[in-house]
């Protein structure tokens, strides 16, 4: 459990792209966006928990802004401890909330035994080496539809790519990860 911890301690907090995007900026690449994360343990917030539960649960605030368009997109996620490393596992969005009304501020108790797992989301492995956590996953949220989540993360940083391929073409995503750095 203590290194579960100390991989969710790199997570938590508020972090955002700004030295990238502006780097971005200044090198005419206008698509890039500007992006921001504030991650919260929410634990506390989450009611019948089993007995000696030892998972974290975090909730992912992110949104990006490009071209004069901002997009929020929150996620539930949950952290576990297992053999390989640390499991990640995605939630779908609970009933009652969207993507502009599903963030701390507007949390309520959620029911652990109403949480869903996502059926689309392949779980993420993320493995400890040179100082550094780094893992992902690819899902096939449909038979064409292919995502892929690339991450590392350390002290000072997290980079995060993630893509979206449709009949092998990709259809969203960056040939450069977001680099957030802690705010």
Same mark, same amino acid.
């Given at each position: 459990?203590?290194? #579960?911890?100390?991989?969710?301690?790199?997570?938590?907090?508020?972090?955002?792209?700004?030295?990238?995007?502006?780097?971005?900026?200044?090198?005419?690449?206008?698509?890039?966006?500007?992006?921001?994360?504030?991650?919260?343990?929410?634990?506390?917030?989450?009611?019948? #928990?089993?007995?000696?539960?030892?998972?974290?649960?975090?909730?992912?605030?992110?949104?990006?802004?490009?071209?004069?368009?901002?997009?929020?997109?929150?996620?539930?996620?949950?952290?576990?401890?297992?053999?390989?490393?640390?499991?990640?596992?995605?939630?779908?969005?609970?009933?009652?909330?969207?993507?502009?009304?599903?963030?701390?501020?507007?949390?309520?108790? #959620?029911?652990?035994?109403?949480?869903?797992?996502?059926?689309?989301?392949?779980?993420?492995?993320?493995?400890?080496?040179?100082?550094?956590?780094?893992?992902?996953?690819?899902?096939?949220?449909?038979?064409?539809?292919?995502?892929?989540?690339?991450?590392?993360?350390?002290?000072?940083?997290?980079?995060?790519?993630?893509?979206?391929?449709?009949?092998?073409?990709?259809?969203?995503?960056?040939?450069?990860?977001?680099?957030?750095?802690?705010?």
């Amino acid at each position: 459990m203590k290194t #579960l911890v100390e991989f969710v301690k790199l997570l938590e907090g508020e972090f955002d792209n700004r030295e990238q995007f502006q780097d971005k900026q200044q090198k005419k690449d206008i698509n890039f966006p500007f992006a921001q994360h504030r991650n919260t343990v929410i634990n506390a917030n989450i009611k019948h #928990l089993p007995v000696a539960f030892e998972g974290i649960f975090l909730l992912e605030e992110s949104n990006y802004a490009s071209n004069g368009k901002s997009h929020a997109s929150p996620h539930l996620f949950l952290f576990e401890e297992v053999e390989e490393g640390i499991k990640l596992t995605s939630y779908e969005m609970p009933s009652g909330y969207d993507a502009s009304t599903f963030t701390y501020e507007h949390l309520s108790s #959620l029911n652990y035994e109403e949480l869903k797992v996502s059926s689309k989301f392949t779980p993420a492995l993320y493995q400890y080496h040179d100082g550094v956590w780094e893992g992902g996953s690819e899902s096939m949220f449909t038979p064409v539809l292919k995502f892929t989540l690339h991450e590392t993360f350390s002290a000072d940083r997290l980079e995060v790519s993630e893509s979206m391929e449709m009949n092998g073409k990709r259809t969203f995503g960056f040939d450069d990860p977001i680099i957030y750095k802690r705010k």
